[in-house]
């Protein structure tokens, strides 16, 4: 059934490895490469194509006629009715504060008195691009950090492409099946599906946490990656539970890259001119990972955007936990910058044929990454960084 994925992507293996030195083909599975990372130790990545059916952009007609924030507001609210999300599904709220509903609400207040209306409209033409779901995650985000605006317009005025890369949605914990609820919503409702490959669909991690990862193309090209998390243990200190409890189902961090055409073909925007683009704004970054995958993929968490308004008794409550939980739950929102290697143009047709999509050069968003996954080594390296204390 996924023979043409698994054909892709010997023929990518096979490119890649003649081209960039320290990538090799894996012997044992022609369709995953070997890198050197830079602690001497080795890995191998799976390349092979997420294999799902092309969906249509459902909310298209909402935000493609948005020029104001008023506008924007209005639209979020719509596509916000049509599908359910997660204060919709039963007890998904039972452990979460009456604080995280005031929280989003504060989000909208402040934008009401601080965004303004180019703001809008360049939010609004970033999530006309995406589905329901992640244009209403977006928002929220976009709307919370004053480094996710700027990045909107580093962009527009540097002539980049920017891309919807993931973005990460914090659960309560695996007593209770709190991510295994939001992910049958997601399946059952807004179309996402685990890939064929079991090994890119579930995480469980040594810090006390697991991640289920869900993929979606839209018709446009618009790749969509959804990270779920939750906390392996219920009352531990292990952050992701609380971190559910005090702001709900926002995004933990919308991931976003960038891409730009040199010489007629789309290439990457490097990781290192995201950054300094950034820090000439002002905007300081954490630890960047990379060296897990050979640059394949690089990302980066900018300095949070910090929250100091949670109650007194939401304080106490996380102290009787761990007395370093308050502080780092301040860090209430983080924007990811990634970086992706573009495949060449001559496997692009092919990549987009797998989801019958007729690649076109001219089409920003017909982006076409060398690897389309995480590598849940580096995924806990940089999701590690968002409890540093800034």
Same mark, same amino acid.
């Given at each position: 059934m996924f023979q043409q994925h698994e054909e892709f992507a010997v023929q990518l293996v096979n490119d890649m490895s003649s081209r960039f030195t320290g990538l090799r083909t894996t012997p044992e599975n022609q369709r995953q490469i070997t890198l050197s990372c830079s602690t001497q130790e080795s890995s191998s990545i799976e390349l092979t194509p997420f294999a799902?059916?092309? #969906?249509?952009?459902?909310?298209?007609? $909402?935000?493609?006629?948005?020029?104001?924030?008023?506008? $924007? =507001?209005?639209?979020?609210?719509?596509?916000?009715?049509?599908?359910?999300?997660?204060?919709? $599904?039963?007890?998904?709220?039972?452990?979460?504060?009456?604080? /995280?509903?005031?929280? *989003?609400?504060?989000?909208?207040?402040?934008?009401? !008195?601080?965004?303004?209306?180019?703001?809008?409209?360049?939010?609004?033409?970033?999530?006309?691009?995406?589905? &329901?779901?992640? /244009?209403? #995650?977006?928002?929220?985000?976009?709307?919370?950090?004053?480094?996710?605006?700027?990045? =909107?317009? %580093?962009?527009? @005025?540097?002539?980049?492409?920017?891309?919807?890369?993931? =973005?990460?949605?914090?659960?309560?914990? /695996?007593?209770?099946?709190?991510?295994?609820?939001? @992910?049958?919503?997601?399946?059952?409702?807004?179309?996402?599906?685990?890939?064929?490959?079991?090994?890119?669909?579930?995480?469980?991690?040594?810090?006390?946490?697991?991640?289920? @990862?869900?993929? #979606?193309? +839209?018709?446009?090209? !618009? !790749? +969509?990656?959804?990270? %779920?998390?939750?906390?392996?243990?219920?009352?531990?200190?292990? %952050?992701?539970?609380?971190?559910?409890?005090?702001?709900?189902?926002?995004?933990?961090? *919308?991931? +976003?890259?960038?891409?730009?055409?040199?010489?007629?073909?789309?290439?990457?925007?490097?990781? &290192?001119?995201? %950054?300094?683009a950034m820090v000439h704004s002002n905007i300081r970054v954490m630890t960047a990972t990379g060296q897990f995958t050979s640059g394949l993929l690089e990302q980066v968490f900018t300095r949070p955007q910090k929250n100091s308004n949670i109650p007194r008794q939401i304080r106490q409550h996380l102290k009787k936990h761990h007395a370093s939980l308050v502080a780092s739950i301040e860090n209430g929102k983080l924007l990811e910058l990634v970086s992706r290697r573009e495949m060449t143009e001559l496997f692009k047709p092919a990549y987009f044929a797998l989801y019958d999509i007729e690649f076109d050069s001219e089409n920003p968003l017909h982006s076409a990454p060398v690897y389309p996954y995480f590598l849940p080594v580096q995924a806990a390296h940089v999701i590690r960084t968002s409890v540093q204390v800034s």
């Open positions: 799902v059916e092309a #969906k249509t952009a459902d909310e298209k007609q $909402l935000f493609n006629t948005v020029h104001t924030l008023d506008e $924007l =507001l209005t639209a979020y609210t719509q596509a916000r009715q049509l599908k359910p999300f997660e204060e919709d $599904l039963a007890h998904a709220c039972d452990y979460v504060s009456d604080y /995280a509903t005031e929280f *989003l609400a504060e989000i909208f207040n402040h934008a009401r !008195q601080q965004v303004n209306d180019e703001d809008a409209r360049r939010i609004a033409e970033f999530v006309s691009s995406l589905d &329901l779901y992640t /244009a209403v #995650k977006s928002i929220e985000s976009l709307l919370n950090s004053q480094a996710d605006l700027i990045l =909107l317009k %580093i962009a527009e @005025v540097q002539g980049w492409t920017l891309h919807f890369d993931h =973005l990460a949605i914090r659960c309560g914990c /695996a007593e209770r099946e709190d991510a295994e609820r939001v @992910v049958e919503n997601l399946c059952g409702h807004h179309g996402y599906l685990p890939c064929q490959i079991n090994s890119e669909n579930y995480f469980q991690f040594e810090d006390g946490w697991d991640a289920y @990862v869900l993929y #979606k193309m +839209l018709e446009n090209g !618009q !790749q +969509l990656r959804l990270f %779920i998390d939750q906390s392996s243990v219920v009352n531990s200190p292990q %952050i992701i539970q609380h971190w559910n409890y005090v702001y709900g189902y926002t995004a933990h961090h *919308l991931a +976003l890259r960038a891409t730009h055409i040199i010489h007629e073909q789309r290439r990457e925007v490097s990781l &290192l001119d995201l %950054i300094s």
